[in-house]
Protein backbone atom coordinates (compact mmCIF):
# COMPACT_ATOMS: atom_id res chain seq x y z
CA UNK A 1 0.00 0.00 0.00
CA UNK A 2 1.18 3.83 -1.02
CA UNK A 3 1.06 5.51 2.03
CA UNK A 4 3.16 8.66 0.95
CA UNK A 5 -0.38 10.50 0.59
CA UNK A 6 -1.42 9.05 3.45
CA UNK A 7 -2.52 10.92 7.31
CA UNK A 8 0.40 10.41 9.83
CA UNK A 9 -1.22 8.37 12.44
CA UNK A 10 -1.73 5.40 9.30
CA UNK A 11 2.17 5.43 8.81
CA UNK A 12 2.27 4.44 12.59
CA UNK A 13 -0.32 2.19 12.07
CA UNK A 14 0.97 0.65 9.08
CA UNK A 15 4.62 0.53 10.65
CA UNK A 16 3.52 -1.17 14.38
CA UNK A 17 1.70 -4.01 12.30
CA UNK A 18 4.97 -4.83 10.25
CA UNK A 19 8.04 -3.88 12.73
CA UNK A 20 6.37 -5.51 15.62
CA UNK A 21 7.45 -9.07 15.31
CA UNK A 22 10.95 -8.26 13.72
CA UNK A 23 11.40 -6.22 16.98
CA UNK A 24 10.62 -9.23 19.38
CA UNK A 25 12.46 -11.48 17.27
CA UNK A 26 16.07 -9.61 17.51
CA UNK A 27 15.11 -8.98 20.92
CA UNK A 28 14.52 -12.52 21.68
CA UNK A 29 17.83 -13.07 19.56
CA UNK A 30 20.28 -10.81 21.44
CA UNK A 31 18.99 -12.14 25.03
CA UNK A 32 20.18 -16.10 23.45
CA UNK A 33 23.22 -14.65 22.40
CA UNK A 34 23.70 -12.73 25.48
CA UNK A 35 23.13 -15.69 27.84
CA UNK A 36 25.54 -17.81 25.67
CA UNK A 37 28.14 -15.33 26.08
CA UNK A 38 28.50 -15.37 29.74
CA UNK A 39 27.69 -19.27 29.87
CA UNK A 40 30.86 -19.04 27.76
CA UNK A 41 32.88 -16.58 29.66
CA UNK A 42 30.73 -16.14 32.84
CA UNK A 43 32.94 -19.21 34.39
CA UNK A 44 36.21 -17.66 33.59
CA UNK A 45 35.93 -14.43 32.07
CA UNK A 46 35.52 -10.81 34.11
CA UNK A 47 32.35 -9.65 36.11
CA UNK A 48 31.69 -7.20 38.26
CA UNK A 49 32.55 -9.35 41.46
CA UNK A 50 35.83 -9.86 40.16
CA UNK A 51 38.21 -7.02 39.30
CA UNK A 52 39.06 -6.16 43.40
CA UNK A 53 41.29 -4.31 44.25
CA UNK A 54 42.38 -4.61 48.53
CA UNK A 55 42.46 -2.26 51.23
CA UNK A 56 46.05 -3.47 52.07
CA UNK A 57 47.57 -2.81 49.21
CA UNK A 58 49.11 0.84 50.79
CA UNK A 59 51.81 -1.71 52.38
CA UNK A 60 53.06 -2.36 49.23
CA UNK A 61 53.06 0.99 47.45
CA UNK A 62 55.35 2.65 49.77
CA UNK A 63 59.01 3.53 48.83
CA UNK A 64 60.61 1.37 52.04
CA UNK A 65 58.51 -1.71 50.17
CA UNK A 66 59.89 -0.68 46.48
CA UNK A 67 63.18 -0.21 48.22
CA UNK A 68 64.05 -3.95 48.09
CA UNK A 69 62.80 -4.30 44.35
CA UNK A 70 65.85 -5.98 41.90
CA UNK A 71 63.91 -4.69 38.83
CA UNK A 72 64.49 -1.38 37.23
CA UNK A 73 63.48 0.43 34.45
CA UNK A 74 63.77 3.97 33.03
CA UNK A 75 61.46 6.40 33.98
CA UNK A 76 63.33 9.65 32.86
CA UNK A 77 65.92 10.74 30.34
CA UNK A 78 67.52 14.17 31.18
CA UNK A 79 69.90 15.52 28.59
CA UNK A 80 72.69 17.54 30.44
CA UNK A 81 74.48 18.92 26.99
CA UNK A 82 71.48 20.11 25.36
CA UNK A 83 71.23 23.75 26.93
CA UNK A 84 73.00 25.39 24.81
CA UNK A 85 76.03 27.80 26.01
CA UNK A 86 74.63 26.46 29.81
CA UNK A 87 75.58 22.43 28.30
CA UNK A 88 77.64 19.83 30.96
CA UNK A 89 80.41 19.13 28.69
CA UNK A 90 82.22 17.10 31.62
CA UNK A 91 79.98 16.08 34.32
CA UNK A 92 81.90 15.49 37.53
CA UNK A 93 78.92 14.84 40.48
CA UNK A 94 75.23 14.17 41.19
CA UNK A 95 73.25 15.01 43.79
CA UNK A 96 69.92 15.00 44.91
CA UNK A 97 68.45 18.40 46.46
CA UNK A 98 65.11 16.76 48.24
CA UNK A 99 64.25 20.14 49.57
CA UNK A 100 63.92 22.04 45.96
CA UNK A 101 62.82 18.74 44.26
CA UNK A 102 65.97 19.32 41.62
CA UNK A 103 69.15 17.75 41.08
CA UNK A 104 72.52 19.35 41.25
CA UNK A 105 75.41 18.07 38.27
CA UNK A 106 78.75 19.61 38.66
CA UNK A 107 80.83 20.27 35.53
CA UNK A 108 84.79 20.14 35.78
CA UNK A 109 85.77 22.17 32.55
CA UNK A 110 83.46 25.46 33.55
CA UNK A 111 83.78 25.24 37.39
CA UNK A 112 79.58 25.55 37.85
CA UNK A 113 76.86 23.57 39.33
CA UNK A 114 73.91 23.04 37.16
CA UNK A 115 70.41 22.86 38.39
CA UNK A 116 67.63 20.24 37.09
CA UNK A 117 64.38 20.87 38.01
CA UNK A 118 62.57 17.34 38.74
CA UNK A 119 59.31 19.26 38.26
CA UNK A 120 59.89 19.55 34.14
CA UNK A 121 63.39 17.85 34.09
CA UNK A 122 65.17 21.13 32.53
CA UNK A 123 67.25 23.43 33.30
CA UNK A 124 66.56 25.58 36.06
CA UNK A 125 70.28 27.87 36.44
CA UNK A 126 72.69 27.61 38.20
CA UNK A 127 73.44 26.95 41.69
CA UNK A 128 76.55 29.17 42.93
CA UNK A 129 76.11 33.00 42.40
CA UNK A 130 80.17 33.79 41.55
CA UNK A 131 81.35 37.69 41.23
CA UNK A 132 82.18 38.85 37.90
CA UNK A 133 85.77 38.34 36.94
CA UNK A 134 86.29 35.69 39.90
CA UNK A 135 85.96 32.16 39.43
CA UNK A 136 84.91 29.98 42.97
CA UNK A 137 85.58 26.55 41.85
CA UNK A 138 87.37 24.67 39.52
CA UNK A 139 86.21 20.71 39.35
CA UNK A 140 82.75 20.42 41.83
CA UNK A 141 83.23 16.53 42.46
CA UNK A 142 81.15 15.88 45.00
CA UNK A 143 77.96 17.94 47.15
CA UNK A 144 76.56 17.28 50.57
CA UNK A 145 73.76 19.19 51.44
CA UNK A 146 72.35 19.25 55.11
CA UNK A 147 69.25 17.59 56.55
CA UNK A 148 67.45 21.54 56.77
CA UNK A 149 69.00 22.44 53.13
CA UNK A 150 70.36 25.66 54.45
CA UNK A 151 74.14 24.48 53.88
CA UNK A 152 75.98 22.58 50.82
CA UNK A 153 79.69 21.90 51.25
CA UNK A 154 81.51 20.95 47.83
CA UNK A 155 84.69 19.84 47.01
CA UNK A 156 87.12 21.41 44.74
CA UNK A 157 88.96 19.01 43.55
CA UNK A 158 90.60 21.28 41.12
CA UNK A 159 92.12 23.71 43.84
CA UNK A 160 92.22 21.61 46.77
CA UNK A 161 89.66 23.03 48.73
CA UNK A 162 86.05 22.42 50.74
CA UNK A 163 83.76 25.41 49.28
CA UNK A 164 80.73 26.36 51.58
CA UNK A 165 77.70 27.86 50.17
CA UNK A 166 74.15 28.88 51.43
CA UNK A 167 70.97 28.11 50.13
CA UNK A 168 71.15 30.84 47.51
CA UNK A 169 74.36 29.98 46.37
CA UNK A 170 76.18 32.61 48.13
CA UNK A 171 79.78 31.43 49.21
CA UNK A 172 80.45 31.70 53.14
CA UNK A 173 83.43 29.54 53.89
CA UNK A 174 86.70 27.97 52.40
CA UNK A 175 88.97 25.17 54.15
CA UNK A 176 91.75 23.13 52.91
CA UNK A 177 94.88 23.64 51.07
CA UNK A 178 97.62 21.54 48.93
CA UNK A 179 99.83 19.46 50.88
CA UNK A 180 100.17 16.34 52.66
CA UNK A 181 100.33 17.55 55.81
CA UNK A 182 97.11 17.51 58.29
CA UNK A 183 94.26 19.62 57.09
CA UNK A 184 95.72 19.95 53.61
CA UNK A 185 94.38 18.53 50.51
CA UNK A 186 95.83 16.81 47.15
CA UNK A 187 92.74 16.60 45.29
CA UNK A 188 89.59 16.28 47.70
CA UNK A 189 86.75 14.26 45.84
CA UNK A 190 84.33 13.35 48.34
CA UNK A 191 82.61 13.93 51.42
CA UNK A 192 79.93 13.07 53.65
CA UNK A 193 78.79 13.86 57.05
CA UNK A 194 78.13 12.00 60.13
CA UNK A 195 77.77 12.24 64.27
CA UNK A 196 79.04 15.89 64.07
CA UNK A 197 81.89 14.82 61.57
CA UNK A 198 82.71 15.79 57.99
CA UNK A 199 84.67 12.71 56.17
CA UNK A 200 86.68 13.46 52.89
CA UNK A 201 87.94 11.73 50.86
CA UNK A 202 92.19 12.84 50.19
CA UNK A 203 92.09 11.06 46.40
CA UNK A 204 95.95 11.60 46.05
CA UNK A 205 97.32 11.61 49.59
CA UNK A 206 95.15 7.92 49.53
CA UNK A 207 93.40 8.80 53.03
CA UNK A 208 90.05 9.74 54.96
CA UNK A 209 90.26 13.33 56.87
CA UNK A 210 88.19 13.98 59.35
CA UNK A 211 86.75 17.69 60.34
CA UNK A 212 84.21 18.94 62.67
CA UNK A 213 81.21 21.03 61.91
CA UNK A 214 83.01 23.95 62.09
CA UNK A 215 85.94 22.85 59.67
CA UNK A 216 88.40 21.96 62.21
CA UNK A 217 90.50 19.44 61.05
CA UNK A 218 90.18 16.35 64.17
CA UNK A 219 92.29 13.38 62.85
CA UNK A 220 93.04 11.09 59.45
CA UNK A 221 92.96 7.51 58.71
CA UNK A 222 94.23 5.09 56.09
CA UNK A 223 97.33 5.25 53.83
CA UNK A 224 98.09 4.81 50.30
CA UNK A 225 98.52 0.55 49.51
CA UNK A 226 96.53 -2.20 48.66
CA UNK A 227 96.50 -3.93 52.55
CA UNK A 228 93.17 -4.01 54.42
CA UNK A 229 92.52 -0.74 55.95
CA UNK A 230 94.85 0.77 53.27
CA UNK A 231 93.62 3.03 50.13
CA UNK A 232 94.51 3.87 46.50
CA UNK A 233 92.69 6.89 44.73
CA UNK A 234 89.56 6.74 47.33
CA UNK A 235 86.70 8.12 45.02
CA UNK A 236 83.54 8.39 47.32
CA UNK A 237 82.89 8.13 51.16
CA UNK A 238 79.19 7.72 52.61
CA UNK A 239 78.54 7.37 56.15
CA UNK A 240 76.31 4.48 57.11
CA UNK A 241 73.13 4.46 59.32
CA UNK A 242 75.10 2.12 61.77
CA UNK A 243 78.38 4.10 62.21
CA UNK A 244 80.40 3.04 59.51
CA UNK A 245 82.09 5.03 56.84
CA UNK A 246 82.47 3.19 53.70
CA UNK A 247 85.19 4.23 51.02
CA UNK A 248 84.74 3.12 47.61
CA UNK A 249 88.69 2.06 46.65
CA UNK A 250 88.54 3.23 43.60
CA UNK A 251 92.75 1.91 42.44
CA UNK A 252 91.94 -1.05 44.67
CA UNK A 253 88.67 -2.06 43.08
CA UNK A 254 86.69 -2.64 46.60
CA UNK A 255 84.69 -0.44 48.62
CA UNK A 256 86.52 -0.41 52.59
CA UNK A 257 84.47 -0.36 55.33
CA UNK A 258 85.72 1.87 59.05
CA UNK A 259 84.26 2.78 61.59
CA UNK A 260 83.94 6.38 63.14
CA UNK A 261 87.42 6.41 64.59
CA UNK A 262 88.98 4.71 61.22
CA UNK A 263 89.41 0.86 62.51
CA UNK A 264 89.36 -1.45 59.59
CA UNK A 265 85.63 -3.46 59.76
CA UNK A 266 85.14 -5.46 56.77
CA UNK A 267 86.32 -5.36 52.46
CA UNK A 268 83.65 -5.66 50.37
CA UNK A 269 84.08 -7.09 46.45
CA UNK A 270 87.67 -7.15 44.41
CA UNK A 271 88.49 -6.95 40.70
CA UNK A 272 86.38 -8.93 38.69
CA UNK A 273 83.48 -8.73 36.13
CA UNK A 274 80.55 -11.30 38.14
CA UNK A 275 78.21 -9.96 40.22
CA UNK A 276 79.99 -8.61 43.61
CA UNK A 277 83.12 -7.57 41.91
CA UNK A 278 84.25 -4.44 40.96
CA UNK A 279 86.46 -2.29 38.39
CA UNK A 280 86.95 1.11 39.49
CA UNK A 281 84.09 1.40 41.25
CA UNK A 282 83.32 5.46 41.14
CA UNK A 283 80.74 6.13 43.51
CA UNK A 284 78.29 4.66 46.26
CA UNK A 285 75.45 5.75 48.20
CA UNK A 286 72.21 4.48 50.55
CA UNK A 287 68.92 4.46 50.59
CA UNK A 288 66.41 4.57 53.74
CA UNK A 289 66.86 0.70 54.34
CA UNK A 290 70.40 0.98 54.55
CA UNK A 291 70.91 -1.16 50.63
CA UNK A 292 74.36 0.06 48.81
CA UNK A 293 74.22 1.19 45.21
CA UNK A 294 77.50 1.04 43.88
CA UNK A 295 78.63 2.68 40.39
CA UNK A 296 80.70 0.31 39.00
CA UNK A 297 82.00 2.35 36.55
CA UNK A 298 84.37 0.02 34.18
CA UNK A 299 82.35 -2.66 34.28
CA UNK A 300 79.08 -0.03 32.72
CA UNK A 301 76.63 -0.95 35.42
CA UNK A 302 75.28 0.35 38.92
CA UNK A 303 75.14 -3.05 41.32
CA UNK A 304 72.89 -3.38 44.68
CA UNK A 305 73.28 -4.68 47.98
CA UNK A 306 71.14 -5.48 50.89
CA UNK A 307 72.30 -4.03 54.46
CA UNK A 308 74.68 -7.41 55.57
CA UNK A 309 76.44 -7.23 51.80
CA UNK A 310 74.21 -9.66 50.26
CA UNK A 311 73.85 -9.30 46.33
CA UNK A 312 70.28 -8.01 45.09
CA UNK A 313 71.14 -7.04 41.29
CA UNK A 314 72.54 -5.28 38.91
CA UNK A 315 71.34 -2.09 36.65
CA UNK A 316 73.43 -2.32 32.73
CA UNK A 317 69.50 -2.24 30.32
CA UNK A 318 67.78 0.56 30.07
CA UNK A 319 64.79 -0.64 29.16
CA UNK A 320 61.59 1.38 29.71
CA UNK A 321 57.53 1.40 29.67
CA UNK A 322 57.14 5.01 30.28
CA UNK A 323 54.16 3.68 31.89
CA UNK A 324 53.56 7.41 34.08
CA UNK A 325 51.84 9.90 32.50
CA UNK A 326 54.14 12.39 34.78
CA UNK A 327 57.25 11.42 33.13
CA UNK A 328 57.12 10.12 29.71
CA UNK A 329 59.50 12.01 27.16
CA UNK A 330 59.49 14.41 24.54
CA UNK A 331 59.75 11.45 21.72
CA UNK A 332 57.60 9.35 23.23
CA UNK A 333 54.32 9.97 20.86
CA UNK A 334 56.75 9.48 18.51
CA UNK A 335 57.90 6.10 18.99
CA UNK A 336 56.41 2.92 17.28
CA UNK A 337 53.47 1.08 19.21
CA UNK A 338 53.63 -1.94 20.24
CA UNK A 339 50.45 -3.84 18.57
CA UNK A 340 50.05 -6.52 20.73
CA UNK A 341 49.91 -4.51 23.92
CA UNK A 342 48.73 -1.42 25.06
CA UNK A 343 52.23 -0.39 26.79
CA UNK A 344 55.11 0.84 24.45
CA UNK A 345 58.22 -1.22 25.29
CA UNK A 346 61.83 -0.64 24.12
CA UNK A 347 65.53 -0.36 25.09
CA UNK A 348 67.42 3.03 25.43
CA UNK A 349 70.73 0.77 25.34
CA UNK A 350 72.92 0.49 28.26
CA UNK A 351 74.93 2.28 30.62
CA UNK A 352 78.07 3.11 29.36
CA UNK A 353 79.86 5.18 32.02
CA UNK A 354 77.86 5.24 35.44
CA UNK A 355 80.20 8.15 37.16
CA UNK A 356 77.64 8.90 39.61
CA UNK A 357 74.11 8.24 41.19
CA UNK A 358 72.22 9.33 44.21
CA UNK A 359 68.51 7.79 45.39
CA UNK A 360 65.33 9.66 46.51
CA UNK A 361 63.95 7.59 49.28
CA UNK A 362 60.47 9.14 48.88
CA UNK A 363 59.94 7.94 45.41
CA UNK A 364 62.24 5.21 45.62
CA UNK A 365 63.62 6.59 42.21
CA UNK A 366 67.78 5.92 41.62
CA UNK A 367 69.32 8.53 39.64
CA UNK A 368 72.41 7.18 37.49
CA UNK A 369 74.68 9.95 35.98
CA UNK A 370 76.30 8.39 32.68
CA UNK A 371 79.27 10.59 31.66
CA UNK A 372 79.94 9.22 28.47
CA UNK A 373 76.31 9.58 27.26
CA UNK A 374 76.16 12.95 29.04
CA UNK A 375 72.36 11.80 30.18
CA UNK A 376 71.01 11.34 33.67
CA UNK A 377 68.96 8.25 34.15
CA UNK A 378 65.80 8.57 36.44
CA UNK A 379 65.43 4.45 36.99
CA UNK A 380 62.15 3.72 39.21
CA UNK A 381 61.26 0.20 40.43
CA UNK A 382 57.57 0.40 41.60
CA UNK A 383 57.05 -3.10 39.53
CA UNK A 384 53.40 -3.44 41.99
CA UNK A 385 52.37 -0.01 41.36
CA UNK A 386 52.69 -0.67 37.56
CA UNK A 387 50.98 -3.96 37.76
CA UNK A 388 47.86 -2.83 39.77
CA UNK A 389 47.49 0.14 37.41
CA UNK A 390 47.58 -2.29 34.32
CA UNK A 391 45.45 -4.47 36.01
CA UNK A 392 42.69 -2.43 37.15
CA UNK A 393 42.82 -0.79 33.23
CA UNK A 394 41.99 -4.23 31.93
CA UNK A 395 45.73 -4.48 30.26
CA UNK A 396 46.12 -7.82 31.67
CA UNK A 397 48.58 -8.59 29.45
CA UNK A 398 51.05 -6.31 30.62
CA UNK A 399 50.12 -6.57 33.86
CA UNK A 400 51.46 -10.40 34.00
CA UNK A 401 54.95 -8.75 32.36
CA UNK A 402 54.94 -6.60 36.10
CA UNK A 403 53.15 -8.36 38.63
CA UNK A 404 55.80 -11.93 37.49
CA UNK A 405 58.05 -9.51 38.73
CA UNK A 406 56.78 -8.82 42.09
CA UNK A 407 56.56 -12.13 42.76
CA UNK A 408 60.25 -13.15 42.12
CA UNK A 409 61.40 -10.00 44.18
CA UNK A 410 58.57 -10.93 47.09
CA UNK A 411 56.43 -14.44 46.87
CA UNK A 412 54.72 -13.40 49.92
CA UNK A 413 52.82 -10.29 48.07
CA UNK A 414 49.57 -12.06 48.10
CA UNK A 415 47.94 -9.33 46.45
CA UNK A 416 49.60 -9.29 43.46
CA UNK A 417 49.67 -13.49 43.53
CA UNK A 418 45.60 -12.77 43.14
CA UNK A 419 46.20 -9.66 40.27
CA UNK A 420 48.72 -12.19 38.66
CA UNK A 421 46.37 -14.88 39.06
CA UNK A 422 43.31 -12.97 37.80
CA UNK A 423 45.24 -10.91 34.64
CA UNK A 424 46.14 -15.08 33.84
CA UNK A 425 42.40 -15.71 33.70
CA UNK A 426 41.93 -12.71 31.37
CA UNK A 427 44.07 -14.17 28.42
CA UNK A 428 42.91 -17.97 28.82
CA UNK A 429 45.75 -19.25 30.83
CA UNK A 430 43.77 -21.13 33.73
CA UNK A 431 46.15 -23.75 34.72
CA UNK A 432 48.69 -20.58 35.50
CA UNK A 433 45.66 -19.15 37.23
CA UNK A 434 44.69 -21.92 39.13
CA UNK A 435 48.41 -22.12 40.27
CA UNK A 436 48.23 -19.03 42.13
CA UNK A 437 44.73 -19.45 43.92
CA UNK A 438 45.59 -22.67 45.20
CA UNK A 439 49.19 -21.28 46.62
CA UNK A 440 47.26 -17.95 48.07
CA UNK A 441 44.85 -20.56 49.44
CA UNK A 442 47.93 -22.92 50.84
CA UNK A 443 49.33 -19.74 52.67
CA UNK A 444 45.65 -19.92 54.83
CA UNK A 445 45.97 -16.13 55.46
CA UNK A 446 41.44 -16.06 55.96
CA UNK A 447 41.61 -12.83 54.89
CA UNK A 448 39.87 -10.85 51.54
CA UNK A 449 42.29 -12.28 49.29
CA UNK A 450 41.59 -15.85 50.17
CA UNK A 451 37.93 -15.22 49.76
CA UNK A 452 38.63 -13.88 46.54
CA UNK A 453 41.23 -16.78 45.18
CA UNK A 454 38.96 -19.49 46.21
CA UNK A 455 35.49 -17.95 44.53
CA UNK A 456 37.75 -17.62 41.11
CA UNK A 457 38.86 -21.19 41.51
CA UNK A 458 35.61 -22.88 41.88
CA UNK A 459 34.83 -20.78 38.98
CA UNK A 460 37.16 -22.07 37.13
CA UNK A 461 37.30 -25.49 37.72
CA UNK A 462 33.27 -25.14 37.23
CA UNK A 463 33.77 -24.41 33.61
CA UNK A 464 36.47 -26.90 32.46
CA UNK A 465 35.75 -30.54 32.43
CA UNK A 466 37.03 -33.14 34.73
CA UNK A 467 40.44 -34.25 34.91
CA UNK A 468 41.22 -31.09 32.87
CA UNK A 469 43.75 -29.81 35.73
CA UNK A 470 45.24 -33.00 36.90
CA UNK A 471 46.56 -33.75 32.81
CA UNK A 472 50.30 -33.22 32.65
CA UNK A 473 51.73 -31.11 30.01
CA UNK A 474 53.67 -31.95 28.13
CA UNK A 475 56.54 -30.43 29.43
CA UNK A 476 55.62 -31.58 32.63
CA UNK A 477 55.85 -35.19 31.30
CA UNK A 478 59.20 -35.16 29.71
CA UNK A 479 60.90 -33.43 33.05
CA UNK A 480 59.49 -36.53 35.00
CA UNK A 481 61.12 -38.93 32.20
CA UNK A 482 64.02 -36.84 32.53
CA UNK A 483 64.44 -37.68 35.87
CA UNK A 484 63.62 -41.64 35.64
CA UNK A 485 66.70 -41.77 33.22
CA UNK A 486 68.45 -39.86 35.55
CA UNK A 487 67.86 -42.28 38.40
CA UNK A 488 68.65 -45.35 35.79
CA UNK A 489 71.73 -43.97 34.98
CA UNK A 490 72.87 -43.13 38.58
CA UNK A 491 72.02 -46.36 39.44
CA UNK A 492 73.87 -48.12 36.17
CA UNK A 493 76.81 -46.36 37.48
CA UNK A 494 76.95 -47.80 40.61
CA UNK A 495 76.70 -51.54 39.51
CA UNK A 496 78.44 -51.84 36.56
CA UNK A 497 82.09 -52.00 36.37
CA UNK A 498 84.46 -49.41 34.96
CA UNK A 499 83.53 -47.58 31.90
CA UNK A 500 85.23 -44.87 29.59
CA UNK A 501 85.13 -41.29 30.04
CA UNK A 502 83.26 -41.60 26.56
CA UNK A 503 80.51 -43.74 27.90
CA UNK A 504 79.70 -41.54 30.46
CA UNK A 505 79.56 -38.73 28.74
CA UNK A 506 77.08 -40.24 26.19
CA UNK A 507 75.01 -41.64 29.48
CA UNK A 508 75.05 -38.34 30.95
CA UNK A 509 73.77 -36.96 27.53
CA UNK A 510 71.11 -39.86 26.99
CA UNK A 511 69.47 -38.89 30.88
CA UNK A 512 69.99 -35.45 30.40
CA UNK A 513 67.61 -34.83 27.58
CA UNK A 514 65.50 -37.79 28.47
CA UNK A 515 66.56 -39.95 25.68
CA UNK A 516 66.66 -44.04 25.78
CA UNK A 517 69.23 -45.50 23.87
CA UNK A 518 68.66 -48.47 21.59
CA UNK A 519 71.45 -50.77 23.33
CA UNK A 520 71.07 -53.12 26.62
CA UNK A 521 73.41 -52.66 29.07
CA UNK A 522 74.67 -55.52 31.75
CA UNK A 523 74.11 -54.95 35.20
CA UNK A 524 75.83 -56.48 37.83
CA UNK A 525 72.78 -58.23 39.77
CA UNK A 526 72.93 -58.05 44.12
CA UNK A 527 72.44 -62.42 45.30
CA UNK A 528 69.09 -63.66 43.86
CA UNK A 529 68.57 -61.54 40.94
CA UNK A 530 68.83 -63.21 37.16
CA UNK A 531 68.96 -61.38 33.86
CA UNK A 532 69.58 -58.35 32.26
CA UNK A 533 68.13 -54.59 32.73
CA UNK A 534 67.22 -52.65 30.26
CA UNK A 535 67.98 -48.61 29.72
Avoid: W
Wanted: glycine share 8%.
Amino acid sequence: MNLTNAPEGAVEKSNNKQCCPAIFLKAGICAIFSLLIFAFYGAGRLSAFDLVVFDNDAAYLGSEYYLQARHYEVNKVINIDNTGENRILAPSSLKYDKKYNRLLVGDYLSGRIRKYSLNNFKYAGDFEIETPGKKIMGNPSDIFISADGRRYVVTDQFFHRIVFFNSLGMMVDVMGSTGEAAGEFSEPCAIDYADGYFFVADKYNCRICVYNSRGAFKYSFASKGSADSQLYLPSAVKAGSSGEVYVCDGGNDRIQVFDLKGKHLKTVGRRGRSTGFFDAPSDICFDSNSNLYVADLLNKRVQKFSRDGGFICEISSLGSSFLSEDYRPDHYFKMPGNYGSNEINFSLGSLVSPLKIDVNNETAHLYVLDSVQKKIFILDCDNFNKGRRLYLGHNFKDAIKYLGIVMEENPYNLNALYYLGFSYQQVYEYKKARDCYDKIIKYRSRGEVEKHARYQLKKIIAAHPPGYFEAADEEEILEKKRAEYVSSYGKYFQMSGEITAFDRRRLEYFAKYGIKPPSTAEVKLEDGEEGYEEY
